[in-house]
């Protein structure tokens, strides 16, 4: 049963779910307009907030791990958004190598992996899990008693494979933050879905956010509307020690710069809600997302967090955006799920011992399903804003689609094969 979502259909973010749902037909046609000139990643996971005021992506993940949240009546689009993808990018595929992460004992990890497999076989492939990693070999058991097998990597006349499985496509679910191990490089024969370039060894959030800023502006103007609605303003602060008085120092600044641009967005749109700040890394998953900061003073005890042994960290500062939607007395944040550039479905992150302004990653985090996982996915167009769950839930994919095209151009641009690599 999909749980009851407390505050998603109320608040001011009605204004701008009317102004979306009154622009459908430009907004599908802009998107298909931009994919036309950009490749959207092979899936993507965007983290949504809505703040009653804004609506805005705080993070975007190129290899997501939600796809158990994915109900059984979402798969039919999943299993299209796979058959698509796959027929664009190499319509002869017949077996696909799937690439898990590093087990860290969430209980997500084999259904997860269990969903995909089931996602990519019904889209008409033969599916094998294969490890880079030394802890995921052997097997992987299930809540229903199902047990997944997963053989180690084999590298032969480069080609990678398992024993007695010759892939044409390897599917990574693994973000490479650890670096790139050799038996993935240099693989000419094969099709590698996503790019090495979209792992954390190059990926980095400030480079990513700096994209979706330019993906905002233009589809504000689209819309008619202030593009801050929709984007959450990020200062990319660099190398810091934390540790060190000036890298404190250097943070208080930046940190501070961005809380009065903030505050004046705030009195801009009379929010009487006080302005804070999110303190990240600038790449991985390290860092539980981020430190929450509503006065610069407070910084150090936080951010020291990040630090870990006390190196320098690439940080960077992002705009804080609560969320006003709760479930069962929990702050929730929607998670979309998508495959190439098609909405599939999503989850709802919520965490019982945090507030709607921290992080919702971390211990105590669970994940339930979408609200219209049982109303459906298209927009009931005609019904007022904030009536229709699959109205507000078309205004959340839009945003998510955002964040993705966001990182097509990041992605673009950080191509070694390409002419504009940077």
């Not at 109320?10 to 998107?31: C, D, H, K, V």
């Not at 809600?273 to 910084?299: C, I, N, Q, T």
Request: net charge negative; charged share 20%; hydrophobic share 40%.
């Amino acid at each position: 049963m999909v749980p009851h979502l407390v505050t998603a259909l109320t608040g001011p973010i009605n204004e701008l779910e009317q102004r979306i749902l009154e622009s459908l037909p430009a907004t599908e046609r802009w998107f298909r307009l931009e994919w036309m000139e950009h490749t959207p990643p092979f899936y993507t996971a965007v983290d949504v907030r809505n703040a009653g005021f804004k609506l805005a992506p705080v993070e975007t993940d190129l290899f997501p791990t939600g796809f158990a949240t994915l109900t059984d009546r979402m798969l039919p689009l999943a299993v299209q958004a796979a058959m698509a993808a796959i027929e664009k990018i190499c319509p002869e595929a017949k077996n696909l190598l799937l690439v898990p992460g590093p087990d860290t004992g969430e209980p997500t990890f084999g259904p997860n992996l269990a969903r995909l497999i089931e996602i990519f076989t019904q889209a008409g492939l033969n599916v094998r899990l294969g490890s880079i990693d030394p802890a995921p070999a052997g097997t992987i058991q299930l809540p229903d008693g199902t047990v997944l097998r997963v053989d180690p990597l084999i590298r032969q006349r480069g080609r990678v494979g398992v024993k007695d499985f010759d892939p044409c496509t390897i599917l990574l679910n693994h973000d490479l933050a650890g670096g790139v191990p050799a038996s993935l490089q240099s693989l000419h024969e094969q099709y590698l879905l996503p790019p090495l370039h979209a792992g954390w060894t190059v990926r980095r959030r400030s480079r990513h956010f700096h994209a979706y800023e330019e993906v905002a502006k233009k589809f504000a103007k689209l819309l008619g509307m202030d593009p801050w609605l929709l984007n959450p303003m990020v200062a990319a602060v660099g190398s810091v020690d934390p540790g060190s008085r000036a890298g404190l120092e250097t943070l208080q600044a930046q940190s501070d710069a961005l809380l009065q641009k903030v505050r004046r967005k705030y009195k801009e749109y009379g929010i009487a809600e006080k302005a804070f700040v999110v303190v990240r890394l600038d790449h991985g998953h390290g860092d539980g997302g981020g430190v929450a900061v509503r006065d610069v003073k407070d910084l150090g005890d936080g951010v020291a967090r990040l630090a870990g042994a006390g190196a320098p960290v690439d940080l960077i500062v992002q705009e804080g955006v609560s969320t006003i939607e709760r479930i069962d007395d929990a702050p929730a944040e929607p998670v979309v799920m998508m495959i190439d550039r098609y909405v599939v479905g999503g989850g709802y992150r919520l965490h019982p011992g945090r507030s709607g302004d921290e992080p919702l990653h971390g211990p105590g985090a669970r994940t339930v399903p979408l609200a219209f996982a049982e109303s459906g996915t298209l927009p009931r167009l005609g019904e007022r804003p904030g009536a229709s769950a699959p109205n507000r839930f078309y205004m959340y994919g839009v945003v998510a689609r955002l964040a993705m095209l966001a990182a097509a151009y990041e992605l673009e641009a950080t191509d070694p094969d390409a002419e504009n690599y940077e």
